[in-house]
């Protein structure tokens, strides 16, 4: 990599982690500033597609990160499994303005990303599930696809059975919001 030309802007992003949104800056010398704080860090590509090697601060870190697509990320961290979702500065500041004007952003229904056989559906209506818990099992090309919730909710309807076939795209579970306690 080369210099970073004097015109370039440090990028700000928003990460949502573990239920708390953390402000990050990829500043144009390649620093980063986490929720006010520089912090020395670099990402080493180590066994693509998903094998990295996270350098934060002198301590090295093995990393296994999948893109869900949306800017969520599944993410393997020292032996700990999470999700993250990671907004750039306009998806923010509009998920903020929806917030305060108090519309809600309905939460999207998990469907199937491919063709396949459902093998085990692991809620039930009416339950309650977190960001990223296995709703359901569905095989295809003979691997077994786990798929998650893609935010806190409540299990609305589920469209679909064990043994059941799905097609690409198809609606498998609905959500509904979680009612405040």
């Given at each position: 990599m080369g210099e970073a030309p004097m015109s370039a802007r440090p990028t700000s992003y928003v990460v949502l982690l573990r239920g708390e949104d953390h402000d990050v800056i990829v500043e144009a010398d390649g620093g980063v500033v986490i929720d006010g704080r520089r912090r020395e860090a670099s990402l080493v590509v180590?066994?693509?597609?998903?094998?990295?090697?996270?350098?934060?601060?002198?301590?090295?870190?093995?990393?296994?990160?999948r893109g869900g697509g949306r800017g969520r990320w599944e993410i393997d961290l020292d032996g700990r499994s999470f999700s993250a979702e990671v907004l750039d500065e306009r998806q923010?500041?509009?998920?903020?303005?929806?917030?305060?004007s108090g519309g809600r952003t309905a939460i999207a229904p998990l469907k199937a990303p491919m063709p396949g056989l459902v093998v085990r559906v692991g809620v039930e209506e009416g339950s309650v599930v977190d960001e990223g818990e296995t709703v359901m099992i569905v095989e295809a090309m003979k691997m077994e696809n786990e798929l998650r919730a893609p935010a806190a909710a409540r299990v609305?309807?589920?469209q679909v059975g064990a043994g059941d076939a799905v097609a690409k795209g198809q609606v498998l579970v609905e959500f509904g919001e979680v009612e405040a306690e």
């Open positions: 180590t066994s693509p597609p998903i094998g990295h090697s996270l350098l934060l601060d002198d301590a090295s870190v093995p990393l296994l990160a923010a500041k509009v998920r903020a303005l929806s917030a305060i609305a309807r589920i």
